[in-house]
């Protein structure tokens, strides 16, 4: 995560990068990847593409990038990024 950040240019910001070796918190989150695609090419116990706005140690907004044909949600990734996000914490 600390090669990521620094990739990212997120090192110092307000952005915390966070990983989840064990599935734990995906799992609490129910935001583990269940469609049949994953598994067939090797991905297993993969999360769904999600970003979470956290205040206080309290989820404010939760964004899933998913869709029927895209469990990954790698064709459209937008509703979990950066702008997306931004948007949905203004309305808030």
């Known amino acids: 995560m600390q090669a990521w950040s620094i990739d990212q240019k997120t090192v110092g910001s307000m952005v915390t990068m966070m990983g989840d070796a064990s599935g734990a ?17 090797g991905i297993i116990g993969r999360s769904k ?26 064709a ?7 702008p997306a996000m931004l948007e949905a914490i203004k309305e808030l």
């Open 49 to 74: 593409r999600f970003a979470l706005y956290v205040d206080d140690g309290e989820v404010k907004y939760v964004a899933v990038s998913e869709g029927e044909d895209d469990p990954a949600g790698d």
């Open 25 to 41: 918190f995906t799992d609490a989150l129910d935001l583990k990847m269940t469609h049949p695609g994953p598994p067939s090419v």
């Open 76 to 82: 459209a990734p937008e509703a979990s990024c950066a």
